[in-house]
T-cell receptor, first 114, second 114 residues
Framework: DAGVIQSPRHEVTEMGQEVTLRCKPI?????LFWYRQTMMRGLELLIY????????DSGMPEDRFSAKMPNASFSTLKIQPSEPRDSAVYFC????????????FGEGSWLTVV | AQSVTQLDSQVPVFEEAPVELRCNYS??????LFWYVQYPNQGLQLLLK??????LVKSINGFEAEFNKSQTSFHLRKPSVHISDTAEYFC????????????FGQGTELSVKP
């Protein structure tokens, strides 16, 4: 089975540009998570969805960040406008409640804002 | 609110030596516990998990962890490490009925030297 699929894997963009990160969760999973990893702050949960509905977005840093999940097989994380401090690895992950809450991670999107 | 503390940020060991990576958590309710491993420039992979039942859980590559409720700990151990175990290890906790939301510790960098 395919795992969590993220795109792009790597992106370098200029400050002020819009960045859109994409995620396809594992088929059949009903929870989706966006995490951010930096050296300074470690792994932070940004937002998570259950059955396509945002449940907790308290980790979203500020209004420049937004996330959507229009259907069970697709989610986006958008940063507009981007800033150098947004440079990080962004992980998407998914899980199914009936499978012991185990969360499976994608390979990450490595974002550099210059 | 739940939290996870990994007591050691870096653990250097020699090959074939035993190792213990410490993890303590804080939560007011019952939890699931996880260890994830991250190899350089890769995503996170599930190493092992405790959901219920036996408090000692094992991975396929020789790691084990024991859930100690009274000490709120979930330390990871391996009796003899290999060079290939060099990676960052993350302890994580998920509370019951929280939709699988994982809170991570800051990570422990295990460095195995010949």
């Amino acid at each position: 089975d395919a795992g969590v699929i993220q795109s792009p894997r790597h992106e370098v963009t200029e400050m002020g540009q819009e960045v859109t990160l994409r995620c396809k969760p594992i088929s059949g999973h009903n929870s989706l998570f966006w995490y951010r990893q930096t050296m300074m702050r470690g792994l932070e949960l940004l937002i998570y969805f259950n059955n396509n509905v945002p449940i907790d977005d308290s980790g979203m840093p500020e209004d420049r960040f937004s996330a959507k999940m229009p259907n069970a097989s697709f989610s986006t994380l958008k940063i507009q406008p981007s800033e150098p401090r947004d440079s990080a690895v962004y992980f998407c992950a998914s899980s199914h409640r009936d499978l012991g809450n185990t969360i499976y991670f994608g390979e990450g999107s490595w974002l550099t804002v210059v | 609110a739940q939290s996870v503390t990994q007591l050691d940020s870096q653990v250097p060991v020699f090959e074939e030596a035993p190792v213990e990576l410490r993890c303590n958590y804080s939560s007011s309710v019952s939890v699931y516990l996880f260890w994830y491993v991250q190899y350089p420039n890769q995503g996170l992979q599930l190493l092992l998990k405790y959901l219920s039942g036996s408090t000692l859980v094992k991975s396929i590559n020789g790691f084990e962890a024991e859930f100690n409720k009274s000490q709120t700990s979930f330390h990871l151990r391996k009796p003899s490490v290999h060079i290939s175990d060099t990676a960052e290890y993350f302890c994580a906790v998920s509370e019951f009925n929280q939709g699988g939301k994982l809170i991570f510790g800051q990570g422990t960098e295990l460095s195995v030297k010949p």
